[in-house]
């Protein structure tokens, strides 16, 4: 075995270990050290992976403590920009990503404390892709955002579902910048906006 | 045997003697072949005379048009005429020219009389009168026109020509339909802003769909203007029409709002009936059906192995299989299934460098074929005669219809004002002669 390796992949276990307990403690990595650059790349998106989840559960439970302790949004103008804030997704996905969660996690209280708040949840997509299969991804995506916010109490009649596909992007051009603007559920209030409640502790 | 068709097959023998009298004198290193006899991949030269009367030059450019884009003659163009319009004309003249066949059209009180020479045998084959009673040059008469166009391709290669064929599209929020060659393009009144024209096989009704709130699958009755929304799924995406052969039933896919996926549905055109459920695609997405022309089986775009490929399976939704080749693990998006009038081949779009190409599949040995390049192309829908194809092209820049030529390679732009997309090519037979 090349002896390089080794201490390389050594060294960035113990990187690894050392950058986890600075957030939380955690038993180290007990996988054997890999011996070539794939399984060293693997080991290093692992890591990467294993600090991006930590750091969005950690985030999504501070916002869920603001939103109970009241220090989150003043008045039924801030309530509603929470609620219409868009969720994003990644290409030809409609799996909720940790901002997509967090942002609705930040919904969440509002919906459970105004049970009178209606919304239609719109599902988009970017412009690759068939429009034809976009416009199913849009529903899907709209679906998606839709369940995560029932599971969590939200009545499922409170909530419609559309799907737009393709066709009303929010950035034109090509290119990621776009594409990712456009990957989006939007939220739009039907009824019962007006005088909204904040949420309580 | 009716006299009519007893005179075709006399005209018919004298075709080939004629054919068969020109083969030795052919030189194929000019591409230029003498003889009435139509072979694949050979294009015999064709003069369209100069016609007299009212609306002449027209009728002889709409002929000489229809005739260029059926890729199947070689229009010669002639700037002065070498021949009378009436009367025996000089063929020994045409013949050096490279001229096969001549047609000669003459005004008529009711139509156009059409005459088709045999230049090598020297001699008229085929004489047809067509009557023409709409307004000169009205979407209805240019209609006529293209219909004697069909005529004398027929009399010539044996088969009719597409000329008088109908395209629907979408531009912007609107649906459109326009005739072959481009021209008389008018716009059809939706409920809402629609997608995914489909026609009726007899050229009736077309069928889309709305999307956003309310989405459903619409059918529009071309010749009273009537519509009547048939999805009786409700919710989420009603979309992607496709009429069944027999007419009677169409199927068209659904994602319901609460649920992951999109599933085909085959139902009634009265908007009477209950949709029935063919795919079971556990929330994965079925979309973008399209008929084998015995209406047996479906080819459709689906996601259930992960990224979208084409399958297809019986019409009552057992048997599916991958039709489209892909390797797991890579990225690779297929889509957008039409199955050829033939049965023979199914066109798709297939992702190649972030972009879509057109390409075809033969489902006897499963090989495919890619025809574009330049530019993304997506959407092919085939012509009656399983030989072109209308596809979307970004090739000079704005989105655009194009019609592609599987023989002969050759493309033509069929519209010119950008955004046209989803073409859907209608089938020979239309209402509203």
């Known amino acids: 075995m090349n002896r390089l390796a080794r201490f390389a992949v050594v060294a960035l276990s113990l990187v690894s270990v050392v950058a986890l307990d600075g957030c939380r403690r955690r038993p180290a990595p007990t996988t054997a050290p890999p011996v070539n650059q794939d399984s060293i790349d693997a080991a290093d998106r692992a890591r990467r992976d294993a600090l991006e989840a930590e750091r969005l559960r950690m985030a999504r439970e501070d916002s869920i403590r603001r939103a109970n302790e009241g220090a989150g949004p003043v008045d039924s103008r801030d309530l509603m920009g929470i609620i219409m804030e868009p969720v994003y997704f990644d290409y030809d996905d409609s799996a909720l990503r940790g901002d997509a969660a967090r942002a609705l996690d930040e919904k969440l209280p509002i919906l459970l404390s105004n049970t009178g708040l209606v919304i239609r949840i719109a599902g988009h997509t970017d412009e690759r892709g068939s429009s034809e299969y976009n416009l199913a991804l849009g529903q899907r995506r709209a679906a998606s955002a839709k369940r995560y916010l029932v599971e969590r109490g939200v009545a499922d009649r409170r909530i419609t579902t559309i799907s737009y596909g393709e066709e009303r992007p929010v950035a034109l051009g090509e290119g990621e910048m776009a594409w990712s603007q456009n ?18 502790p | 045997m009716t006299a009519r068709s007893r005179y075709r097959v006399l ?98 009180a009711s139509g156009i009389h059409v005459a088709l020479h045999d230049v090598a045998a020297g001699r008229v084959v085929e004489v047809e009168d067509f009557p023409l009673r709409a307004a000169g040059l009205s979407r209805d008469w240019r209609w006529g026109v293209h219909g004697v166009s069909d005529a004398i391709e027929q009399w010539i290669t044996g088969t009719p020509g597409i000329a008088q064929t109908r395209i629907a599209f979408v531009r912007g929020a609107s649906l459109f339909v326009v005739d072959s060659d481009g021209a008389g393009e008018v716009s059809i009144p939706t409920v809402a802003a629609p997608l995914s024209p489909a026609w009726n096989p007899a050229g009736s009704l077309l069928a889309y769909n709305t999307y956003g709130v309310d989405s459903r699958v619409v059918v529009h009755d071309l010749a009273s203007g009537r519509s009547r929304a048939v999805s009786s799924t409700r919710g989420g995406v009603n979309q992607t029409p496709v009429f069944a052969p027999d007419g009677r039933t169409l199927v068209y896919a659904h994602a319901c709002e609460d649920c992951d996926g999109s599933d085909l549905y085959s139902v009634g055109i009265d908007g009477q009936s209950q949709a029935r459920r063919l795919t079971v695609g556990r929330g994965s997405i079925n979309v973008s059906p399209t008929y084998r022309p015995d209406g047996r089986r479906l080819a459709f775009t689906s996601s259930r192995a992960g990224s979208p490929q084409v399958y297809i399976m019986d019409a009552d939704g057992t048997n599916p299989e991958l039709l489209t080749t892909f390797v797991f693990g890579e990225a690779s998006y297929q889509s957008n299934p039409d199955w050829s009038p033939d049965g023979r081949l199914v066109a798709y779009q297939s992702q190649i460098a972030g972009r879509f190409q057109i390409k075809t599949i033969n489902l006897g040995d499963r090989t495919s074929r890619q025809w574009t390049s330049d530019g993304a192309n997506e959407d092919p829908s085939w012509a009656p005669n399983g030989r072109h194809l209308v596809f979307t092209s970004t090739r000079t820049g704005t989105r655009q219809l194009w019609i592609l030529d599987t023989e002969t390679g050759r493309s033509r732009q069929l519209t010119r004002t950008a955004g046209a997309r989803l073409p859907a090519w209608s089938r020979r037979q239309l209402a509203g002669r």
């Open chain 1, 183 to 200: 990957r989006r559920a939007e939220f739009e209030v039907l009824s019962g906006g007006g005088n909204l409640v904040r949420p309580r």
């Open chain 2, 11 to 108: 005209a018919l023998l004298g075709l080939l003697a004629g054919a068969a009298a020109a083969a030795e004198a052919q030189d194929t290193t000019r591409g230029v072949r003498l003889g009435l006899q139509y072979r694949p991949g050979i294009q015999p030269g064709v003069v369209v005379l100069p016609v007299g009367g009212p609306e002449g030059d027209s009728i002889r450019a709409i002929i000489s048009r229809d005739l260029e884009n059926g890729d199947r003659l070689r229009v010669i163009a002639l700037d002065d005429s070498p021949g009378a319009r009436t009367g025996v004309p000089n063929y020994a003249l045409f013949a050096r020219l490279g001229a096969a066949g001549l047609v000669q059209a003459t005004r008529t």
